[in-house]
């Protein structure tokens, strides 16, 4: 059993990196392009003439498969973008940890590849604009290749004591997000680098993005709307699968049992009854779990700002603590 990681890439992939040999001389804005190349699709020339042209300090390129088909002749037409070729399976979390360990910027823009799309626009002034927020994501508009727009906005929220997700089609800018609709948004690599990046112990693609999006509430830091920035899908929307399996336990022990007093999060030994009682596995290995999760809220307690139960109450307000 996996034990929960406690600083950023703690798992070594393997990779192969194809180009990023070149410097790119248009360099407009202290912001790398990291695209999530979930599908595999050929990239399009015109693609990467647009992201070029936009003044991005790199481009980096990771691919969920091992398929290096085609990229050695993109990689030589295009020196100044890095490939990375994972050789083994990974989540789009792993493909975020892969790529914010090799980006060199400050910040960080986070597309799937399908919203790098011909109509893709993000100016010097909008990262300039961004940057300035000093958040840890800022989250863009999403609409579908039809110009129907997509819920952006999530609410964290509690019924019966069950958590719970609420998504609504407000996109104002400022307001508060619980977490970026796809991994799409404007991310501040150190942030994310001191939040630990995300855990790789959770395969779910869906609950591993929500633990490092809790966590990032729970340690104090803001993930916002920016009503500005807007990105479209060239295909079908990406469905997430959502069911509550073994990476909802994790999830549920590292930002749901942890309870903040005074200056700490601890989470108590008395808890361990209701996490037997919710999830169903050996003794065990439910023991080796919370002993896990223990220890890891243990390690990181002074990083915890607030608990599960007082960002959900005070979610709408502007203190969350």
């Not at 992939?13 to 790119?24: A, K, M």
């Not at 912001?31 to 990239?43: D, E, F, H, S, W």
């Not at 680098?193 to 490092?212: F, P, R």
Request: net charge neutral; hydrophobic share 35%; aromatic share 12%.
């Amino acid at each position: 059993m996996n034990t929960i990681p406690l600083i950023f890439n703690q798992r070594t992939v393997d990779r192969t990196i194809l180009g990023g040999v070149e410097q790119d001389q248009n360099v407009s804005m202290p912001v790398t392009c990291l695209i999530l190349n979930r599908n595999g699709n050929k990239y399009r020339s015109i693609i990467f003439d647009r992201l070029i042209y936009h003044g991005f300090e790199k481009v980096i390129c990771v691919e969920a498969k091992k398929n290096l088909r085609g990229l050695d002749e993109l990689s030589q037409q295009y020196p100044t973008v890095k490939f990375m070729i994972p050789h083994e399976h990974v989540t789009p979390g792993d493909m975020m940890n892969l790529g914010m360990g090799e980006a060199k910027s400050p910040y960080v823009l986070v597309l799937q590849d399908d919203l790098c799309t011909e109509s893709f626009h993000f100016p010097a002034s909008l990262a300039k604009k961004l940057i300035d927020q000093n958040q840890f994501c800022v989250c863009p508009r999403l609409a579908t290749e039809n110009q129907q727009t997509l819920p952006v906005h999530y609410i964290p929220s509690s019924k019966k004591s069950v958590f719970t997700i609420e998504s609504t089609l407000t996109m104002a800018t400022g307001t508060k997000t619980f977490y970026a609709s796809d991994w799409a948004g404007f991310y501040n690599r150190d942030k994310f680098i001191q939040l630990g990046g995300a855990d790789y112990t959770i395969d779910s693609e869906y609950w591993q993005k929500l633990d490092l999006f809790f966590r990032s509430w729970l340690w104090g830091e803001t993930t916002t709307i920016d009503s500005s920035m807007l990105l479209t899908y060239s295909g079908e929307v990406h469905e997430e699968d959502m069911t509550a399996g073994p990476s909802y336990m994790r999830f549920y022990l590292k930002n749901l049992l942890p309870v903040f007093g005074s200056d700490h999060a601890e989470i108590p030994v008395s808890s361990f009854f209701a996490f037997r009682k919710q999830h169903f596995c050996g003794f065990r290995d439910s023991v080796e779990l919370f002993r896990n999760a223990k220890n890891w809220t243990l390690q990181n307690r002074y990083r915890f700002k607030t608990d599960a139960v007082r960002l959900i109450e005070n979610w709408g307000n502007g203190d969350i603590s």
